[in-house]
């Protein structure tokens, strides 16, 4: 008799695809590609010295409790010195507000799990955070898109959806969004909380490159904003900072939320590696972090620059493009006609990649949309990738 069939798959494990940005990195991978592709940090700008000493440190003095199981919350260090990063930004907060994260990703796994039912309505920007739309569609959730222009989400827009939709939350990266690169405006920041407060909904606020700007003024979060203080949740990173393989992103949210989300991780891995919380907390103390993010702002802004001064040359007459403030990325609008997916195999030829635009929108895509990262490669690099591009757009 043959053997019977293994059960199926999960229906959601089947209905949320691949991240296109995954799959466009693994086709161009090899060494001789300049890939603006990816949203990575430029790894020889890591402090490798002094995390390497933190990990030491941590080792020598602590490896009892560095090699052994911890708490779900979080290192108690880490989070009194996280706190008091948001508190020098201007944000109140107390180490008991904050839980610490396998990254900001698992920030929004938690919060899926804690806030979503399947068929719950999520409202985000247009376009989004591709991996948000992946978090949510795994959840089962319906993806509504805001209508958004560079000052941010449509406020009318966002109040009408909310009476219509009814959705569970609103997510957005309020600055130096992926992917456009683009920053809300107060006006807008404070017209979201204001909805929030008004209709009965959450936020989920996204901070992973807030504090990498080169040019203009600090934008208050919208967790600041007393109207929708109970309803907002801000999630950050230490990846783009510190490190990305360190995986330690933080949360901080009103108490019965954060206590669901203990929850939930506890069920998904008990608590973030203890000896990489406890040697980020070490590297907090002995190093100066602030004047690691000034190289870091130096050193991206030139590149910034050097991807800004190129672009004319490089694409196709009719392209248009953003200049963003900080973060890691800009926004490409080729000529109407033009479809980025369809380019992009005879760019790889040419060794050199972008990411299409398509992907990151939940409402109708952009085919003449693209999105570029000018944080991983050197200005030399750029420039030359820069060639390469306008060749293969233009060949």
């Not at 990846?239 to 901080?252: C, F, N």
């Amino acid at each position: 008799m043959p053997a019977a069939p293994v059960p199926p798959l999960a229906a959601r494990a089947t209905s949320v695809g691949a991240s296109p940005v995954r799959e466009i990195l693994a086709l161009t991978a090899r060494p001789e590609v300049i890939s603006f592709a990816g949203g990575l940090p430029a790894p020889e700008l890591f402090d490798g010295a002094g995390l390497a000493a933190a990990f030491r440190a941590v080792m020598e003095e602590q490896a009892a409790t560095a090699l052994q199981y911890s708490t779900t919350e979080g290192s108690p260090a880490l989070r009194a010195a996280t706190a008091a990063r948001l508190v020098g930004r201007g944000l109140a907060t107390e180490p008991d507000d904050l839980l610490i994260t396998s990254g900001s990703q698992q920030g929004l796994t938690l919060l899926a799990a804690a806030l979503l039912e399947p068929g719950d309505v999520v409202l985000v920007e247009n376009p989004c955070y591709l991996a948000a739309l992946q978090v949510f569609g795994f959840a089962g959730a319906r993806v509504v898109a805001v209508p958004c222009d560079e000052e941010g989400p449509d406020p009318d827009a966002l109040d009408a959806l909310v009476v219509r939709e009814r959705p569970k939350l609103f997510y957005s990266v309020p600055t130096f969004q992926n992917p456009t690169g683009h920053t809300m405006t107060v006006e807008r920041r404070r017209a979201v909380a204001d909805v929030a407060a008004r209709r009965g909904l959450w936020i989920v606020e996204d901070d992973p490159y807030g504090e990498l700007r080169y040019e203009g003024a600090h934008v208050p979060w919208i967790s600041a904003y007393e109207a929708a203080a109970d309803r907002t949740v801000l999630l950050g990173s230490y990846s783009k900072i510190m490190a990305p393989g360190l995986r330690i992103g933080w949360m901080r949210a009103p108490h019965d939320l954060l206590r669901a989300c203990v929850i939930a991780k506890q069920a998904s891995d008990l608590h973030t590696p203890t000896v990489n919380q406890l040697a980020a907390a070490r590297y907090l103390v002995d190093r100066d972090l602030d004047a690691h993010l000034a190289r870091l702002r130096t050193a991206y802004g030139e590149r910034r620059d050097a991807m800004l001064a190129g672009l004319p040359d490089a694409l196709p007459d009719g392209s248009t493009w953003n200049r963003p403030e900080g973060g890691m990325f800009l926004w490409v609008q080729l000529p109407d006609g033009l479809d980025a997916t369809d380019l992009l195999r005879k760019v790889v030829e040419y060794d050199v990649a972008y990411v299409p635009g398509a992907p990151f929108f939940a409402g109708t895509p952009d085919p003449a949309a693209l999105r570029l990262c000018f944080a991983t490669s050197a200005p030399d690099e750029i420039r030359e990738g820069l060639t390469r591009l306008g060749q293969a757009l233009k060949g």
